[in-house]
């Protein structure tokens, strides 16, 4: 085989690529498109302006990592609410078994993947960061 | 036993079964709902529906048919699934579905059968109830809307507990449980309607919402609070004891408890633990290592004879054998003691004369198996609710006879048929005399009788004791007196009980013997039913006698040791877990002793009165914390272990006395289970018992009686003109002084009262929570007024378990204390 006829090919494809749209994302300056289904940070999802969650101990049960810590409470007209709601993101495996057992739909996750953080107490997200804004 | 066959399988089962018993002892599964093995069959709710050939197929209740030889039944046909699923949907069409919110979720059977017979829609519509949810009391919340009007509730509550707080009312679709007057549930919550729901219609409140059940831990435990020993699970998360699960197959009692059992159990997690050894520095306690808590604690214990030490019952049997050697072998004195030296004299004196041992000669047992029940005063079902349950199943199924002799009435004076004989307080020992007088005088007595010693001495010093002498100083009548004597001498099999306690100065050696003679008379003694079973107060009384633990020979009693801190005598004074300063008679008393000793070692759960006095304060654990044995009433050894992890620093007596030991040159037994070895090895009735063989039942330790008749000495009633009797007591949600830290107990009971006649109120121009001043000579007292029928005139009555209010202000430990009431 003709010893040129490699090189030529190799330069040949790295000069076809000089021409066509980079494939990597210039993050972060470019954002990624995230699928509908992506599993990133959970959201609690809110209606009538107050978390849906029951706190049923539900999610907490089913979470294999068992990162999801409820406490459950009253408010002033016996209704039962999450009086603590906490997801540990440093143990999560992000399979959304949490989402799925919700028996109200109180739960997503959301296409938020920045989960980088300095400390890891940051990391434990509570009920107010989780909440749907 | 009884031929039929079963699901084609030919099985046997006894001829008082129903055809669920007769499945279930063979193994087979009958879904139920409505029924529960302690109650009488219902037939409410159809779940358990069978076919049986010989009712021509029919679909018949299994709960609620009995047996008959040679039935053919089967019990899964695809008829029969498709009516279970019927009976699921027509329950689930008015359920609320709610089962996220719900906290039964997970431990409730319509949850469970639903999912099992996978009812996943409803062919039917209706709308769901809207029915009020009464949040009224602290304890149990009642949500009319998820009820499926099983009645168990209902039924526990008549049946057993014998309250009577719910029924259903209203008829047709409209059916719910209410209580009186639909007003909110206002009763004695015992907290058995809320273990027997099958749904989420009654809760525990104080659970609420803590955890699911699944994830509860279930650790079987022995009640710390009286002498019943009823068997509890304690439900726990996160080293936190949450709740205490019903399991209906625990201990003599089937899993029932008291108000105080079920919903007094929050002192084991309390806030208020003590979590740290504290040392006196300066006029102040503060917070030190256990070096150098437990370095001051061996340097006063080496005072020799004037060190002293004073222990609650609720230590184990291990701890306290335990803390007797140390006292005894290590430092070298016998001045030990515990329930102030007069709450276990009917076992540690008067049984032992007259039975010749420290413990009673029946057992709980012996309850149902009786024939005739002689209960001195109404206070027993106060200070063992579950021993009430018993007395009233006996009176209710079997048929039992039931007398009481008490100096007002209660809640046991109101079961069918049962007497009340009310008689002026502290005349019961006359009393008892008599009756055994007239059971002599009525040639009543057993043949073996006159050949126990003492039966010439009885004889001659009972003449002073005639029905008709008696009767004007007791305010009995002398045929209400012989009546007593007839019914109890003509019965088959005749129990008497009574209870003790720090509360009941009156119930000693004195009152133990007695009715030890009314036994021992009549031959009423050492057979099934028979006998005299006395209640002691705390979990472990029976246990701190049994160890050995009070004076003997030439060492102080309780009151001689508060004696001997106040003339100098005891320079050193180690109490372990009691609260002399709240619950010992003649506080002024106790505090000046705990004043004037020169040094106090308190080891307890909380800095209690006494604790705050101390100059040592060791955080000890809880029975919840630690391993050992708890011998109950009627001498069931019962064997506990950890369900929790200890908390903050505090180390258990056992260790707190094992260093101890050590620290003066003795050798400390490597654990709990080698002291019980040491133990069994020299305890009577305990010989062969091991941790590993008392299992979850525990055993019991048998009782040799050696007969011999008393001379009991009965004291003068006292009377004062204008003055009022007080006689002190327990209430039924408290138990000794640690059920001030159940949140339970103290919602329903949070304050001592005085407890008076109408006539007396009305005397006194006194109505209902005024606040009045009671005085004795030992002292005045401010309490609350409570009016109630149950008091005869001239009597009032004031609860022990409140440090806020002590009665022992006003109460120097006689059993009767003259006072004056004024607003
Ligand atoms: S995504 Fe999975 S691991 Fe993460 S919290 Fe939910 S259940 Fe747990
Ligand atoms: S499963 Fe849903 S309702 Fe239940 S605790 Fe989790 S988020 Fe709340
Ligand atoms: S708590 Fe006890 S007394 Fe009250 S309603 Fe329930 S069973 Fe009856
Ligand atoms: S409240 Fe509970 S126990 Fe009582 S009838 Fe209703 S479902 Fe049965
Ligand atoms: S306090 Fe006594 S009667 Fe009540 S549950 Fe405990 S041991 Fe049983
Ligand atoms: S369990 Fe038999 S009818 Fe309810």
Request: glycine share 8%; hydrophobic share 40%; with cysteine.
């Amino acid at each position: 085989m003709n010893p040129i006829a490699p090189i030529i090919n190799g330069l040949s494809i790295t000069l076809k690529h000089m021409f066509m749209k980079p494939v990597t994302l210039q993050y972060p300056s470019e954002r990624p498109k995230v699928a509908t289904r992506y599993r990133g940070l959970h959201g609690l999802k809110v209606s009538h302006s107050r978390a849906k969650c029951v706190a049923c101990y539900l999610c907490p049960t089913v979470c294999p990592a068992k990162c999801i810590t409820v406490e459950a409470g009253e408010d002033s007209s016996h209704n039962k609410i999450a009086t603590r709601y906490e997801i540990d993101m440093l143990r999560c495996i992000f399979c959304g078994y949490c989402v799925e057992a919700c028996p109200v739909d109180a739960l997503k996750m959301t296409g938020e993947f920045e989960l980088a953080n300095y400390s890891r107490e940051d990391f434990i997200y509570s009920k107010e960061r989780l909440l749907e804004k | 036993m009884v031929n039929l066959i079963i699901n084609d399988k030919p099985v046997t089962a006894p001829k008082d079964s129903t055809i669920y018993d007769a499945a279930k002892i063979n193994g087979i599964k009958i879904p139920i709902l409505c029924h529960d093995k302690k109650l009488k069959p219902f037939g409410a709710c159809r779940m358990c529906l069978v076919e049986v050939e010989q009712m021509k197929g029919r679909q018949i209740p299994a709960c609620t048919t009995p047996i008959t030889e040679g039935m053919i039944i089967q019990t899964a046909t695809p008829d029969i699934i498709k009516a279970r699923k019927l009976v699921l949907e027509l329950l689930l069409l008015n359920h609320p579905l709610d089962c996220p919110v719900c906290d039964k979720g997970g431990d409730c059977d319509l949850q469970n059968l639903t999912y099992e017979y996978q009812v996943n829609s409803n062919r039917f519509v209706d709308s769901k109830f809207q029915h009020k949810i009464d949040y009224n009391n602290p304890l149990i919340e009642r949500d009319m809307n998820r009820c499926v009007l099983c009645g168990k509730c209902v039924r526990i509550c008549d049946q057993i507990v014998g309250y009577g707080a719910l029924t259903f009312i209203d008829r047709g679709i409209e059916t719910k449980i209410g209580c009186e007057f639909e007003d909110g549930l206002n009763c004695e919550f015992c907290g058995s309607c809320v273990s027997v729901c099958p749904v989420g219609s009654l809760l525990a409140r104080p659970f609420k919402n803590k955890a699911r059940f699944w994830a509860l831990t279930k650790h079987s435990s022995v009640c710390g609070y009286c002498g019943t020993g009823c068997n509890l699970t304690l439900g726990v998360k996160d080293n936190k004891v949450l709740t205490t699960i019903y399991d209906e197959n625990q201990g003599f009692h089937k899993g029932q408890l008291c108000a105080r059992g079920r919903f007094g159990y929050q002192f084991i997690n309390s806030e208020k633990r003590l979590m740290t050894p504290l040392v006196r520095k300066n006029g102040n306690l503060v917070e030190a290592t256990w070096e150098e808590a437990l370095e001051i604690v061996t340097a006063r214990l080496r005072g020799g004879t004037s060190v002293a030490a004073l222990a609650t019952a609720r230590l184990t049997n291990e701890e306290l054998s335990l803390f007797k050697k140390l006292m005894i072998e290590n430092v070298g004195s016998k001045n030990i003691d515990h329930s102030g030296g007069y709450a276990h004299s009917a076992l540690t004196e008067g049984f032992t004369r007259s039975f010749g041992t420290t413990a009673a000669p029946s057992t709980i047992l012996d309850i149902q198996k009786s024939d005739y029940l002689l209960v001195v005063k109404t206070d027993a079902y106060e200070t063992h609710p579950v021993i009430g349950f018993e007395i009233n199943l006996a009176v209710k199924n079997n048929g039992v006879k039931l007398t009481i002799l008490s100096d007002k009435r209660g809640k046991l004076s109101k079961l069918p048929d049962a007497r009340t004989a009310v008689h002026v307080p502290g005349s019961e020992v006359a009393v008892l005399n008599a009756i055994c007088k007239s059971i002599l005088d009525q040639k009543l007595i057993s043949a073996t009788a006159a050949s126990i010693p003492g039966f010439a001495q009885l004889e001659s010093a009972l003449a002073a004791y005639t029905p008709e002498a008696v009767a004007s100083q007791s305010g009995l009548t002398a045929a209400e007196i012989n009546q007593i004597a007839i019914d109890y001498a003509s019965a088959a099999k005749a129990l008497i009980l009574f209870p003790t306690g720090l509360a009941y100065a009156g119930h000693n050696a004195e009152l133990a013997s007695a009715v030890a003679n009314l036994a021992l008379l009549t031959g009423k003694v050492g057979s099934e039913g028979c006998g005299v079973l006395c209640m002691n107060e705390k979990n472990n009384s029976q246990g701190a006698v049994d160890m050995g633990f009070y004076a003997q020979e030439d060492g102080l009693n309780a009151l001689k040791i508060l004696d001997a801190c106040t003339s100098g005598a005891v320079k050193t004074l180690f109490i372990a877990g009691e609260n002399p300063l709240a619950s010992y008679p003649n506080s002024a008393k106790v505090k000046s002793a705990l004043d004037a000793v020169e040094c106090l070692i308190v080891s307890d759960l909380f800095l209690t009165e006494t604790a705050a006095r101390a100059d040592v304060v060791l955080p000890a654990c809880s029975y919840a914390e630690k391993e050992g044995t708890f011998t109950s009433t009627d001498r069931r050894v019962q064997y506990i272990k950890p369900a929790i992890k200890k908390i903050g620093k505090s180390r258990t007596d056992f260790e707190i006395f094992s260093s101890l030991i050590v620290a003066l040159g003795g050798a400390a037994p490597a654990s709990p289970a080698a002291e019980f070895a040491a133990i069994s090895a020299v305890t009577p009735g305990y010989a062969g018992m091991t941790h590993t063989g008392l299992g979850v039942e525990g055993c019991f330790a048998p009782v040799e009686v050696k007969p011999a008749f008393v001379v009991p000495q009965s004291a003068a009633t006292p009377v004062e003109a204008g003055k009022l009797a007080l006689v002190t007591g327990s209430v039924l949600y408290h138990n000794g002084t640690l059920s001030q830290h159940g949140e339970g107990p103290m919602f329903v009971c949070p304050d001592a009262y005085i407890e008076m006649s109408r006539a007396d109120a009305r005397n006194k121009t006194i109505i209902e929570d005024d606040l009045v001043t009671v005085s004795s000579p030992s002292g005045t007292l401010q309490l609350k007024a409570k009016i109630t029928p149950r008091m005869p005139e001239g009597v009032v009555f004031i609860p022990y378990h409140f440090p806020a209010a002590p009665v022992n202000k006003v109460w120097s430990g006689s059993a009767v204390t003259m006072v004056t009431v004024a607003k």
